[in-house]
C-alpha cells in the first residue's frame, strides 16, 4: 500500500512565477492537510479538504494560495506570484476518517525554493 | 503565539539511555497529543499519542506521560538506539470536525553510539 505521494519533490521558481504542488493521498484516504514548514519552525496548519470540499482553510494566505481536491486526481496546493517568503517545505498528510485512532499520515513534501 | 512549545532544539544522549523531550502548551482546549519522528528530507511518521483523559500511554520503547494541569506533556524513549537519531515534534488537537494538528518546533536527538 503506498504511502502519502507528494510530486514535485524540489520544485525552483521565479519571483512572480506560479508553483502547483500535487498531494496523492493513501488508498482509501478520504482526508486531506497540507501543512509549511518554515527554515528553523515547525509545520504550520494551511487547509484542511476532503473530496471536493475545503473544510478549513484557517492557515491559508488570504491572497495568492488556493487548493483543491477533486474528485478525480490528486489535491493541488497553488501559489500564484511567488515571493521569496514562500521558500519552505509543504508537506500533505492524509487521513481514511477523523477518528484520533488512525493519525495522519504525512508525504515526503516539496521543496520550494524561490529565486 | 506559540501554543505548543518545545523549548529544549537540540538534545544528546548515549546509547541505551533514557531520552526525554519535553512539551509545553498553552491552549486548555487541547484534548489529544501526539508525537511524530522526522528524518532529514522525510515526512513526519507517527510515534505515540496521548489522549486528555489519560495520563500516561505507552508503545514499546516509547512512553508518553501527560500533566493537564502543568499543561505539560513528556515523550521517554528507553532504551535510547543510534537509529533513535532524529527531530521529534510534539502536536496538538483540539477536535472538532477538522483534526487539525499544531505542532511545536521539534527537538533534534542525537544518540551517540
Known amino acids: 500500500n503506498a504511502g502519502v505521494m507528494q510530486n514535485p519533490r524540489h520544485l525552483v521558481r521565479r519571483r512572480g512565477q506560479e508553483a502547483r504542488l500535487r498531494c496523492s493521498p493513501m488508498?482509501?484516504?478520504?482526508?486531506v492537510y497540507w501543512y509549511r514548514q518554515l527554515p528553523e519552525e515547525g509545520l504550520k496548519f494551511m487547509v484542511y479538504?476532503?473530496?471536493?470540499?475545503?473544510?478549513?482553510e484557517s492557515g491559508m494566505p488570504k491572497e495568492r494560495f488556493s487548493a483543491e481536491f477533486p474528485k478525480e486526481g490528486p489535491s493541488i496546493l497553488r501559489i500564484q506570484q511567488v515571493v521569496r517568503g514562500d521558500s519552505a517545505a509543504y508537506f500533505c498528510?492524509?487521513?481514511?476518517?477523523?477518528?484520533?485512532?488512525?493519525?495522519?499520515?504525512f508525504g515526503d513534501g516539496t521543496r520550494l525554493s524561490i529565486l | 503565539d506559540q501554543q505548543v512549545k518545545q523549548n529544549s532544539p537540540s538534545l544528546s544522549v548515549q546509547e541505551g539511555r533514557i531520552s526525554i523531550l519535553n512539551c509545553d502548551y498553552t491552549?486548555?482546549?487541547?484534548?489529544?497529543f501526539l508525537w511524530y519522528k522526522k528524518y532529514p528530507a522525510e515526512g513526519p511518521t507517527f510515534l505515540i499519542s496521548?489522549?486528555?483523559?489519560?495520563d500516561k500511554n505507552e508503545d514499546g520503547r516509547f512512553t508518553v506521560f501527560l500533566n493537564k494541569s502543568a499543561k505539560h506533556l513528556s515523550l521517554h524513549i528507553v532504551p535510547s538506539q543510534p537509529g533513535d537519531s532524529a527531530v521529534y515534534f510534539c502536536?496538538?488537537?483540539?477536535?472538532?470536525?477538522?483534526?487539525?494538528?499544531?505542532f511545536g518546533t521539534g527537538t533534534l536527538l542525537a544518540v551517540q553510539p
Open positions: 498528510a492524509s487521513s481514511p476518517t477523523l477518528s484520533r485512532n488512525q493519525p495522519q499520515h
Open positions: 488508498k482509501g484516504h478520504s482526508h
Open positions: 479538504l476532503q473530496k471536493e470540499n475545503i473544510i478549513d
Open positions: 491552549n486548555s482546549m487541547f484534548d489529544y
Open positions: 496521548i489522549s486528555s483523559i489519560k
Open positions: 502536536a496538538a488537537e483540539y477536535g472538532g470536525a477538522t483534526n487539525k494538528l499544531i
